[in-house]
């Protein structure tokens, strides 16, 4: 069964740092979404995107983080200067385009800022 | 606005015995309904999915789940609970388009005693 793949597993990265987070999503999907997992809470929406472009973005989602799909495979998920409060989990998921198609979870990067 | 939430974090259970997770939606729409299973260091597997279809659900390893307008309720079980079961679970609603953000409940953690 296709699944979506994100790398790296786990990334350890000085406050202040950027970081980039891969995902491939599951390749005839169209829809493509990152949600966090701080420790101990719920998975919460970052951001949609769809025909390269945002779709909608949560609060959380501000000008310190970017999306891309620079070559029709990979979907990235960039932090620009990292915050100790950005370490967490990270998901990357996507999803087809019918009503019917429920969104699938990749493994997910764990993020931590020192 | 959409909510969801999964009345108790912990539920310990027999092998053997009923596993019941709660999840109560609030939506304005006629809502998707999901549970995903998180294994330790893994990733969201779906584990069923409400798109409006009939009202009882049935998912892999033995779950099901019923969705009751009249409560706002998608409650999940399982007749007979396994070692393996042990696992958080995560309720999630979603407008109807399938390709919209999850919102997700806070999940509960379930433990499976011999």
């Known amino acids: 069964e296709p699944e979506v793949t994100q790398t790296p597993s786990h990334q350890v990265t000085q406050m202040g740092q950027e970081v980039i987070l891969r995902c491939v999503p599951i390749?005839?999907?169209?829809?493509f979404y990152w949600y966090r997992q701080i420790l101990g809470q719920k998975v919460e929406f970052l951001v949609s995107?769809?025909?390269?472009?945002?779709?909608?973005k949560s609060e959380i989602f501000d000008d310190q983080f970017s999306v891309e799909r620079p070559d029709g495979s990979n979907f990235t998920l960039k932090i620009r200067s990292t915050k100790l409060e950005d370490s967490a989990m990270y998901f990357c998921?996507?999803?087809?385009?019918?009503?019917?198609?429920?969104?699938?979870f990749g493994d997910g990067t764990r993020l931590s800022i020192l | 606005a959409q909510s969801v939430t999964q009345l108790g974090s912990h539920v310990s259970v027999s092998e053997g015995a009923l596993v019941l997770l709660r999840c109560n939606y609030s939506s304005s729409v006629p809502p998707y309904l999901f549970w995903y299973v998180q294994y330790p260091n893994q990733g969201l597997q779906l584990l069923l999915k409400?798109?409006?279809?009939?009202?009882l659900v049935k998912g892999i390893n033995g779950f099901e789940a019923e969705f009751k307008k009249s409560e706002t309720s998608f409650h999940l079980t399982k007749p007979s609970a396994h070692m393996s079961d042990a696992a958080e679970y995560f309720c999630a609603v979603t407008l109807a388009g399938g390709y919209n953000k999850l919102i997700f409940g806070a999940g509960t953690r379930l433990a499976v005693h011999p």
């Open positions: 995107f769809y025909n390269n472009e945002i779709s909608e």
């Open positions: 998921a996507s999803g087809g385009d019918t009503s019917n198609q429920p969104q699938h």
């Open positions: 409400y798109t409006s279809a009939a009202t």
């Open positions: 390749s005839n999907h169209l829809y």
